[in-house]
């Protein structure tokens, strides 16, 4: 009986443990993209803020896809900007390669966001895609150093 019960509880453990482990991986997937830890930083200041959500794409397919609209229920408009945006607010996402939004690149802006919101939080956003579809992804805030 002692037995039984120490391999149920490494049984358990083990499964929460794994468990905890795919959450903090934090990448959704739909058809052919996997977009991996979108975040956000904690905001500075007083509302309405203004955030930048940061992402990695990776588009598997041999089609290519494209991002063409951003919502979230927080902020009162989004936007996808930055040097690596076209002309009409979207971002290309080659068929078989990675696309980094980021600083250097474009990078989603979410404008108007009255919530408070604090580190180790997420909250939804929802990305329309030419070919995959509307995904919803949780934006994680990282604590602001």
């Known amino acids: 009986m002692r037995?039984?019960?120490?391999?149920l509880a490494s049984v358990l453990t083990l499964t929460y443990v794994l468990g905890r482990a795919e959450a903090t991986a934090h990448e959704v997937d739909v058809k052919?993209?996997?977009i991996l830890h979108p975040y956000t930083h904690e905001p500075a200041g007083e509302a309405p803020y203004r955030l930048a959500i940061y992402?990695?794409?990776?588009?598997t397919g041999a089609v290519p896809d494209r991002l063409v609209a951003v919502s979230s229920p927080l902020a009162k408009g989004a936007a996808i900007v930055g040097p690596r945006s076209?002309?009409?607010g979207t971002m290309e996402l080659p068929g078989g390669a990675e696309t980094v939004l980021g600083p250097e690149s474009a990078y989603v802006e979410l404008t108007g966001?009255?919530?408070e919101i604090a580190g180790y939080?997420?909250?939804p956003v929802w990305l329309q895609f030419?070919?995959?579809?509307r995904v919803e992804a949780e934006i994680f805030v990282e604590e602001r150093r």
């Open 121 to 123: 939080e997420y909250f």
């Open 86 to 88: 076209s002309d009409k």
């Open 3 to 7: 037995i039984r019960s120490i391999l």
């Open 32 to 34: 052919d993209l996997r």
């Open 113 to 115: 966001v009255t919530s």
């Open 55 to 59: 992402m990695t794409v990776k588009n």
């Open 130 to 133: 030419e070919v995959a579809g």
